[in-house]
């Protein structure tokens, strides 16, 4: 299968956390931990379930060049990394990637490498859940 023939499946996969995918603790602080486009993808996976439902199949090569990647092998290296932090789980055979529509917290240990600016907003946003 060449890169133009290939196709990427998004599927939804059960929850894990409190936090949507679409939420601003992925965007600012799991981006710290998979990088941006980890956490743009998981944000456009919600948008394509939005409008297209559930699962839904795209061109690689056009899912590539929307999260600014240009080639697909880059956005199934990011497929693999989502599923290294168990926010997904990808399935190369298939080309699918199962993404959770909620995800927990970062771990004490990835919350210390994301800086401080990640950190003050992992405290911010964890103290309104206690207050919700």
Do not use: C
């Not at 601003?24 to 998981?42: A, E, F, K, N, Q």
């Not at 199949?57 to 290296?77: F, H, I």
């Not at 771990?107 to 490498?113: A, G, M, N, Y």
Request: charged content about 20%; glycine content about 10%.
């Amino acid at each position: 299968m060449t890169d133009t023939d290939r196709t990427i499946t998004l599927a939804r996969l059960d929850s894990l956390g409190p936090h949507p995918i679409d939420g601003p603790y992925v965007t600012d602080v799991w981006s710290g931990v998979i990088g941006p486009s980890g956490s743009m993808l998981l944000r456009r996976a919600h948008q394509l379930w939005q409008v297209h439902g559930d699962p839904v199949t795209v061109p690689a090569g056009d899912l590539a060049n929307w999260l600014g990647l240009g080639m697909p092998s880059r956005v199934v290296d990011t497929a693999k990394r989502l599923a290294h932090f168990r926010l997904a789980t990808w399935d190369g055979s298939t080309q699918t990637l199962r993404i959770r529509s909620h995800v927990g917290h970062v771990t004490p240990r990835q919350l210390e490498r994301i800086g401080s600016i990640a950190q003050r907003i992992h405290h911010a946003l964890t103290a309104l859940e206690a207050t919700a």
